[in-house]
């Protein structure tokens, strides 16, 4: 019997990366610099695999509990 992980589609697999940061800047710069858009030379992942999709997902800061959005307002 054959099992899969909880993120692959038969054949098709898939890696999710994990970051947290105070802004996009820091994870824009990472990805123009992985795919090459400053030098031309594109991270060596990209070799044995081929990227399909991305998203950002934003989480509001808490404070007790509660969402507290006094910074960005």
Same mark, same amino acid.
């Given at each position: 019997?054959? &099992?899969?992980?909880?993120?692959? !589609? =038969?054949?098709?697999?898939? @890696?999710?990366?994990?970051?947290?940061?105070? /802004?996009?800047?820091?994870?824009?710069?990472?990805?123009? &610099?992985?795919?090459?858009?400053? !030098? =031309?030379?594109?991270?060596? @992942?990209?070799?044995?695999?081929?990227?399909? /999709?991305?998203?950002?997902?934003?989480?509001?800061?808490? &404070?007790?509990?509660?969402?507290?959005?006094?910074?960005?307002?």
């Amino acid at each position: 019997m054959r &099992r899969s992980m909880p993120w692959t !589609d =038969g054949p098709r697999a898939g @890696l999710v990366f994990v970051a947290f940061g105070r /802004s996009l800047d820091a994870f824009e710069a990472q990805l123009a &610099r992985m795919v090459g858009a400053e !030098d =031309g030379i594109a991270d060596a @992942l990209f070799k044995f695999t081929r990227p399909v /999709s991305g998203t950002y997902f934003w989480c509001p800061p808490l &404070r007790r509990g509660r969402i507290d959005l006094s910074r960005i307002v």
